[in-house]
């Protein structure tokens, strides 16, 4: 009996030592488990490789964030390593906690783009200066029209005589010396005009997939009117299914912003098997009378406008001087894309796009005055209708001459009307323009045996321009003869074109493209009736040809700087406005033909250093010059020897737009980017241009220094952004001469001169993810309600406006 209690009680005590032993074990194990969290979101972090110095000792985290330790000693220098986050370094012993917090690596992105020889190319690899505005920003941003996308960007100014319009201005160029370019088919016609433009407002903003801004000549690829830039927009494109089965997605949108009580919806829907894809897209804008601020430049106010009170125009005092009466319009627009794809290597793609604006107030003409009393009762657009068909056939196989060829064939048909009449006249004059375009684009692109690549194709364009006009009498709808903006004969203007561009990576760090395009460009008009205007002569035909170029380099000595010098020329010839119209500019002013109007030339040589840090951000600094030859101004002109003519029943002084000796443009953009944190970014722009023609005048399109600082904070599901705009003031003295003659859109200095004063908002966006198909944004614009008007503009800019918008994807 005692030896069995004896030997119970040794049995007891083994036990009791090996459950101590396993307790021990387990504690001590215990005490080595780290556990690895997401410093931003909490989250567990799997896949974090730990390891030594000489990478004898390794571990791994599990699924749960937890990694062992027990293999390292307490004073081993301990490594981590994950793809997605910051590498770190420390000891068992330097750990104050069982949870290390680890950041996020910012990974930058090899970003592509096609805006500068038609074909995707590395971004990185290209000498021009290019900004990228991803889907993903314009959703954020939610532009009403495509011209505040272009300005979003804050890299190109935007000028608008009304609401419904929005003229790009980059580098000191604008209207017909920057190129607009819609899926690789350029939207500039005969009649683009020296003044300012709202065609950009055609394409429907809703269907932008990205767009391209390209600073300087671009006309090596895309010809004439590319002095300043090219802003290339690629619209929605038709999706094929990924499965054998039919496959059907879309979006829907609808936003409403205070300022000008838009309401705008939006809906798209793709339906697609292997082969085949169709593209539908409609959206609607209505646009009431916009809201100017309320602090600030009261002069800018509307205190009164016209209103008809029994037949008879009347003075009608504004019971809201902050409403702009007669601004407002509405907008439709229609896409419909086809896709057939019968083998890997063809692909044929349809596309057609449709926008009707409605009649569209000329807002800066409906605030002129004449002796004391507004000049206008009537100035309007009419509708202004852009339609285009484009059929694209791509074919990818390596051949001896091309490994890629792009085929586009394009028509367009546009139409425009002006609309006027004197305060208390009976006359309406309705003036109408046609405008039939045609091109076609052949392109190509081999890669050679090196890491080298060649790219050349032919360009054709041929645009007839039918101008027509009437007298309209009010009171008894009776029709009379008006003169023409345009000869009322034949107008044609045609460009054939041949381009050669040439790249080669000599090395990881060193990139060369070059590239040589030779024009020719035919203008041809001819006047019937010379009711109107004794012309010296009823014909003008233009024959000009244009050898430009380009040499480029990308240099990168290191992987955090780059160095982009380029060198390049481009051209604008005279076209049907420049050459044949006859209109009146500004009040006492009408523009008269020139048959002797030369091509105008440019110049230009750009250098740009971008220096990445890291995690940390960026910074881009990109400088220009540009010399113009034979620059388009606008200057008094005598006309049959006489420097004056009458033009709808008032005498005017006849200009012309002429060739200068020469003008200067130079600037400067600079961007900085810094990360904060992995949620939280810092983006400041700026933008400075000045330009003078030969006489020392300064250029009409060089915008002030303006920019943008925004301070952005994003997480999986929010979105929000803080930012101010910013604009200098341009004074009297450097107005362009045809600015300094509008008093009516400027302030006055203490002189009584016009000039353009500096301004600043500040501005508040944000964007809520709920789940994957819905998103909606809230916004306050100019939170402080000033009141401006941006430089050249005779529409004021919105006061404080809340922006509402829904999007739903299906």
Not at 374 to 399: E, F, R, V
Not at 427 to 454: G, H, I, M, P, T
Not at 622 to 638: P, S
Request: glycine residues 6%; hydrophobic residues 35%; contains cysteine.
């Amino acid at each position: 009996m005692e030896l069995y209690t004896v030997l119970d009680f040794i049995i007891m005590i083994k036990q009791i030592y090996i459950t101590s032993i396993c307790l021990f074990l387990a504690l001590s194990s215990f005490g080595q488990t780290l556990v690895l969290q997401d410093a931003e979101t909490k989250n567990l972090v799997a896949g974090v490789a730990i390891f030594n110095k000489d990478h004898t000792k390794s571990a791994l985290s599990n699924s749960e964030g937890e990694i062992l330790l027990d293999v390292f000693s307490s004073k081993e220098m301990i490594y981590m390593q994950h793809p997605s986050y910051k590498k770190i370094k420390f000891t068992k012993e330097s750990l104050k906690s069982d949870i290390l917090y680890v950041e996020k690596n910012i990974i930058q992105i090899e970003e592509f783009v096609i805006s500068a020889y038609r074909w995707e190319q590395n971004k990185s690899e290209i000498p021009n200066k290019i900004t990228r505005l991803s889907q993903k920003d314009i959703i954020f941003n939610n532009p009403q029209t495509t011209a505040d996308l272009l300005a979003n960007s804050n890299e190109v100014f935007v000028q608008k005589s009304q609401l419904g319009g929005g003229s790009p201005m980059i580098r000191g160029f604008s209207t017909n010396t920057v190129l607009l370019v819609i899926d690789g088919v350029r939207m500039n016609n005969a009649i683009y005009r020296e003044g300012n433009l709202q065609n950009v407002i055609s394409l429907d903003a809703n269907v932008i997939e990205s767009s391209e801004i390209i600073f300087g000549p671009g006309s090596v690829t895309y010809g004439s009117d590319a002095l300043g830039g090219v802003m290339d927009f690629h619209t929605l494109r038709a999706k094929l299914s990924t499965s054998e089965e039919m496959a059907f997605s879309g979006n829907a949108f609808a936003r409403y912003s205070s300022a000008n009580k838009e309401k705008t919806g939006h809906l798209d829907f793709n339906i697609a098997s292997e082969k085949w894809a169709s593209l539908t897209s409609i959206s609607y804008s209505d646009f009431d009378d916009l809201r100017m601020g309320s602090k600030n430049n009261s002069e800018y106010k509307r205190l009164e406008y016209v209103k008809q009170v029994n037949g008879v125009d009347s003075v009608m005092a504004n019971s809201n001087p902050n409403i702009q009466y007669e601004s407002g319009y509405n907008q439709i627009n229609l896409m419909q894309k086809v896709r057939f794809r019968p083998t890997e290597k063809l692909d044929l793609n349809y596309a057609f796009h449709y926008s009707k604006l409605s009649d569209v107030p000329r807002y800066d003409r409906l605030i002129q005055y004449k002796d004391e009393t507004l000049k206008y009762g009537d100035w309007y657009y009419g509708p202004q209708i852009w339609m285009m068909h484009t059929l694209n056939a791509s074919y990818l196989d390596s051949t001896r001459f091309f490994d890629r060829s792009n085929l586009t064939f394009a028509y367009q048909d546009y139409k425009e009307s002006r609309h006027s009449r004197k305060y208390r006249s009976e006359d309406l004059s309705e003036r109408e323009e046609n405008v039939l375009a045609y091109s076609l684009n052949l392109d190509f692109d081999k890669n050679l045996k090196r890491d080298n690549q060649l790219f050349y194709g032919l360009e054709a364009v041929y645009n007839k321009v039918i101008s027509t006009a009437h007298n309209k009498n009010i009171l008894t709808d009776a029709l009379s003869p008006e003169s023409t903006r345009y000869p009322d004969g034949d107008n044609k203007y045609t460009t054939v074109a041949a381009y050669l561009s040439y790249k080669e990576n000599f090395s990881e760090k060193f990139t060369m493209i070059t590239g040589i395009r030779a024009n020719y460009v035919n203008t041809y008009s001819t006047l019937i009736d010379t009711t109107f205007f004794n012309l010296p002569y009823n014909e003008i035909s233009v024959s000009n040809s244009a050898l430009n170029g380009s040499i480029g380099i990308v240099y990168k000595p290191v992987k955090t700087w780059q160095i982009n010098l380029n060198l390049s020329s481009g051209f604008h010839a005279p076209n049907i406005d420049d050459m044949s119209k006859i209109f009146d500019s500004e009040p006492g002013n009408v523009v008269v033909p020139n048959k002797n109007l030369k091509p105008e030339y440019a110049y230009n040589i750009d250098l740009g250093i971008s220096k990445s840090f890291k995690n940390i951000g960026s910074l881009s600094i990109t400088g220009f010059y540009t010399f113009i030859e034979n620059a388009f101004v606008r200057r008094d002109f005598e006309f049959n020897g006489q420097d004056s003519i009458i033009y709808e029943g008032e005498m005017s002084k006849t200009q012309a737009i002429v060739n200068a000796d020469g003008a200067n443009v130079y600037g400067l953009s600079a961007a900085l980017k810094i990360n904060v944190s992995t949620r939280i970014k810092l983006l400041s722009k700026i933008n400075y241009t000045t330009g003078k023609d030969h006489e020392g005048e300064p250029l009409r399109h060089v915008a002030p220094l303006f920019g943008t600082t925004r301070l952005s904070f994003t997480n999986e599901k929010f979105t929000a952004s803080v930012y101010a705009n910013y604009n200098d003031k341009i004074s009297y003295n450097n107005l362009a001469p045809s600015e300094q003659g509008k008093p009516y859109m400027y302030a006055s200095d203490d002189n009584g001169n016009p000039f353009s004063p500096a301004w600043w908002t500040l501005n508040f966006m944000s964007s809520i993810n709920y789940g994957e198909n819905m998103i909606i944004n809230l916004g306050i614009e100019n939170i402080f309600d000033n009141r401006y008007r941006p430089y050249s503009s005779g529409i004021v800019a919105p006061g404080r406006n809340l922006i509402v918008g829904v999007r739903l994807k299906f």
